[in-house]
């Protein structure tokens, strides 16, 4: 939606979303752009590739191409490394002249100011009723998984906060979804956006860092603008582990317990999040892991297995060590979803992968989510708030089962799995450099 609004008005666009809709691979289709993650990389060669052998030019972005261009290179017309909206308007114009360059790249972070998505390219689309807002992009921390630490190298970026409310007043679905990696990233800008907020009479939830606790009147700010919850990385109960994945901000926060108490005592939900497989972690991490958040009553959690992304400090000390079963994980055609790629420490990888799921299962049935409603105050403050927490409780149950074991990559049709969505703008009428 970003590209689209910053799409000369000449040129007619298409967007397509390989999770839900066929692509029209026959569309007269003069230039495709494709945002690459990780997890979608092989379906989203697939999608390239069968539009390079039909003539068509293909320009890839994102996190993966960014962290991985030299592979990403071999799908694609043009690389785009960094963030795209100081280099759009050049790429389109070098594709309306027929020189497009192998390599886009930026030579500092664009000014965000000014520049709002254009949400018109979803019309029609089956989401969900929910609108997605970034207000701030990177993160601060160094977390020796995260991709994003390693594609912004721990930088951050903030809107202007007018410019965020002008966004948020203008929607049309008022359930919204903060997307930034780290949306208190700057404490003193966020109390200013919140104050903002306060008027719009919207409900909203985002994700932040541990640190957030520590600023009542922020908390104070957040309920009173209408935040829901939050997704919090709590990542692991084990002080050592979260010292060798280098989580300082939960190393050094007051402890969990007490966080999470002024997190409640503010009427906010929390999605806790945990990661397993680092070194220190054994067989008991896991019962005790979820003895902890059952205690919490987290309106959701997350239990998965770290994942090695490329780039970051954590896949090149297993590459290193020599203990990653694919060294590309994500082209490896028999890798599944929910299979662990790396050799841990105290287990096989089938079995950290088998007790992973199994804490998603317990986690999501219905004793589970009944106690947990009993956190009236934070999960079932009001009726909205009430049936958000038992339908999308019940729906995470069920999605269990269903995501685990897919495949990355699918020759043809919806894949069913995160996946590439692809915006193919065609040029209204040949020549094409005369448009």
């Excluded at 028999?334 to 299962?361: I, T």
């Excluded at 915006?423 to 448009?435: F, Q």
């Amino acid at each position: 939606a970003t590209l689209s609004a910053l799409t000369p008005p000449a040129v007619e666009k298409r967007f397509y979303d390989d999770r839900i809709e066929d692509i029209p691979y026959d569309e007269p289709t003069d230039l495709v752009a494709i945002t690459v993650e990780t997890y979608s990389a092989r379906r989203a060669y697939q999608i390239a590739d069968r539009f390079r052998s039909k003539g068509v030019p293909v320009v890839m972005g994102g996190f993966h191409a960014t962290l991985m261009p030299d592979e990403v290179a071999q799908h694609a017309d043009a690389v785009v490394l960094g963030e795209a909206e100081d280099l759009w308007g050049r790429i389109v114009h070098d594709a309306r002249s027929g020189r497009l360059a192998a390599r886009y790249e930026g030579a500092a972070r664009p000014d965000p100011a000014g520049r709002s998505p254009d949400r018109s390219i979803f019309d029609g689309k089956r989401y969900p009723v929910l609108s997605l807002v970034e207000t701030g992009r990177g993160c601060l921390y160094r977390c020796d998984f995260c991709a994003v630490a390693a594609a912004f190298r721990q930088t951050y970026v903030a809107r202007p906060i007018q410019d965020v409310v002008d966004e948020v007043r203008a929607l049309k679905k008022r359930f919204v979804f903060f997307v930034d990696d780290n949306f208190c990233a700057d404490v003193q800008r966020t109390t200013e956006l919140l104050e903002a907020l306060i008027p719009l009479r919207i409900r909203w939830v985002a994700q932040a860092s541990l640190h957030v606790a520590r600023h009542e009147r922020l908390l104070a700010l957040m309920k009173r603008s209408g935040c829901m919850g939050l997704l919090v990385g709590l990542e692991s109960i084990d002080p050592a582990v979260l010292a060798s994945m280098q989580k300082r901000v939960n190393v050094d926060a007051p402890g969990y317990d007490e966080c999470l108490a002024v997190f409640r005592r503010h009427g906010l939900g929390v999605y806790g999040t945990f990661v397993f497989g680092y070194d220190a972690d054994t067989e008991d991490s896991f019962e005790k892991t979820y003895a902890f958040a059952r205690s919490q009553r987290f309106f959701f959690a997350a239990f998965n297995h770290v994942v090695p992304f490329p780039g970051t400090p954590l896949y090149r000390r297993l590459q290193h060590e020599r203990r990653l079963i694919y060294d590309r994980w994500w082209l490896e055609a028999r890798y599944r979803f929910g299979e662990v790629a790396f050799r841990p420490a105290q287990m096989s990888p089938e079995r950290l992968a088998e007790r992973c799921l199994a804490l998603r299962v317990r986690f999501y049935r219905w004793p589970s989510i009944l106690r947990r409603a009993a956190n009236w105050r934070s999960n079932c403050c009001d009726w909205v708030t009430a049936a958000i927490y038992l339908v999308y409780n019940f729906a995470s149950g069920r999605q269990i089962a269903k995501r685990q074991g897919l495949p990355l990559g699918r020759a043809d049709g919806p894949s069913g799995v995160p996946a590439a969505g692809s915006c193919a703008g065609r040029a209204p009428a040949p020549p094409l450099e005369n448009v």
